[in-house]
């Protein structure tokens, strides 16, 4: 970035400001609004907000998917499930794109149902039925709430997240979610007949190619959407092929408010709500992370208050879900790998990603169109994006100084030990069901491995480097705003 400001946000705000507010401009090159605050025009705005809903989708539905049949729901039941899903990841994402107060990261930070809770919440409330999504519920706002007291003090961790922990975390994401793809690009579903079948993988093949195509042959805004046009594409060629499923269309229905607390009152369980809490810590770790490696690959690097104002909006988020019948909330790293690859910084277009989710939750006939996308089309695409966040990741730890000290060694241990849920899911089999909360997430073990051997290497027993590196600088020295 050149030495002077060429964004509104790079100006030094007053101490009681609020930095996502700019201050007036003081020059020509101030007048112009930095990428992540510019709104597009509407059709531009629309179809790339589209492109990150379809990116997300399969991740926002799957975890009713799951839950429904385990606590004992109908299918009727486990659909109103993934509606109601889709309509709280809608207000969720505008509450961190938009925001209030000190509320929102005000990042293009797309928020949808988290996948750490599914195996606490199926064993909370397996063939409970409705008793059961009682429960869950009520856990859930306890551990909202509580995230949301938490976001003042959880935030100051980004102290603690130089380049060689944010790009080890980075690549980490990216490196997790790649068997998501491979899972779609088989079928998703390993108990079907079909799964790993030549004519899934080959779709996911041919998606991948005609993705790869277009962002070559594309120029201009058809080139920032070339994710979206081959999900179209892709789903197309799937429908002579006979992968395509139309039943959701047929069996959907035109409108369907999530009606407050249609499974009942919540209900507060000790047991449960210590263990939704955990998975809570899990997701603010996640989403610090998340929003230090979104900062850094749109130019604006997350400090305190941005952390604190996005960990706010999750845990909100997270506890208003449940009065639509939702659930926790946390970051899609998915849709990350979509703004690093289109190069689209505008959190307003997020915002735009954020009301279809809400139309889709309202307009269940709506939603069924957006799951026509068989998933082994949407596994194609999948690569391409989450091989995007690896890379991201890669190219900040080119930046990392791994010839200093032990920062080689630190990032060596903590890949790793993230990798070992993906290499080797059983690894962990013998340990108690609360602590694979934390350790099945490659992300939040590498994370914390991060994080403790950079205080061990770099910190304890040390004096102050007398002339620091410049890039070893932490991503809330180095965020060009006031201090807090």
Not at 224 to 238: C, K, S
Request: net charge neutral; aromatic share 6%.
């Amino acid at each position: 970035m050149a030495a002077t400001p060429r964004f509104r946000n790079d100006a030094v705000a007053a101490p009681d400001a609020d930095p996502h507010l700019d201050p007036a401009p003081d020059s020509a090159s101030a007048d112009r609004k930095h990428p992540v605050d510019e709104t597009l025009p509407p059709l531009r705005m629309f179809t790339s907000g589209l492109q990150h809903v379809a990116a997300m989708y399969a991740g926002v539905v799957a975890p009713p998917m799951i839950l429904g049949p385990a606590v004992g729901l109908t299918p009727k039941e486990t659909a109103f499930l993934m509606g109601a899903s889709l309509f709280t990841a809608g207000l969720a994402t505008l509450l961190q794109t938009l925001g209030f107060w000190r509320i929102g990261a005000r990042l293009p930070f797309v928020n949808g149902v988290s996948f750490a809770g599914v195996t606490p919440m199926v064993a909370i409330g397996k063939d409970r039925g409705h008793d059961g999504i009682a429960v869950i519920f009520g856990a859930i706002i306890v551990a909202g709430l509580l995230g949301f007291l938490l976001a003042p003090y959880f935030c100051k961790l980004v102290r603690f997240f130089p380049p060689v922990v944010t790009g080890t975390v980075i690549t980490l994401i990216g490196v997790s979610l790649l068997p998501v793809a491979f899972n779609w690009s088989q079928g998703g579903n390993a108990a079907a007949d079909d799964y790993g079948s030549t004519t899934n993988i080959t779709m996911a093949a041919v998606t991948l190619v005609i993705v790869l195509a277009l962002r070559k042959l594309l120029r201009g805004f058809l080139q920032q959407i070339a994710i979206l046009l081959g999900l179209v594409v892709g789903t197309l060629i799937a429908i002579p092929v006979g992968i395509t499923d139309f039943g959701a269309i047929k069996g959907a229905d035109l409108v369907g408010f999530p009606t407050p607390f249609h499974f009942g009152a919540p209900q507060f369980e000790a047991a449960a709500i210590v263990s939704m809490c955990i998975v809570m810590l899990v997701c603010m770790t996640e989403s610090t992370a998340d929003m230090l490696a979104l900062g850094r690959i749109v130019d604006r690097p997350a400090d305190e208050r941005t952390i604190e104002g996005g960990l706010r909006a999750d845990t909100l988020g997270s506890a208003i879900s449940p009065l639509f019948n939702g659930f926790m909330c946390s970051a899609f790293a998915q849709n990350i790998g979509l703004v690093a690859m289109t190069k689209v910084r505008s959190r307003f277009v997020v915002a735009a990603g954020g009301g279809i989710l809400i139309v889709l939750g309202l307009v269940p006939v709506a939603a069924s169109v957006i799951a026509l996308v068989p998933l082994p089309v949407l596994g194609g695409a999948g690569i391409v994006l989450f091989g995007s966040v690896a890379a991201s990741g890669i190219q900040t730890l080119a930046t990392a100084a791994l010839e200093k000290g032990e920062n080689a060694l630190i990032v060596a241990a903590a890949v790793g030990i993230g990798l070992i849920p993906i290499a080797a899911p059983d690894f962990y089999h013998a340990f108690p069901k609360d602590a694979l909360v934390v350790l099945d997430s490659g992300i939040s073990t590498g994370c914390v491995v991060a994080i403790v051997l950079n205080l061990a290497f770099n910190h304890l027993g040390r004096k102050p480097d007398p002339d620091p590196l410049p890039q070893e600088q932490s991503p809330a020295a180095a965020a060009p705003v006031a201090a807090h």
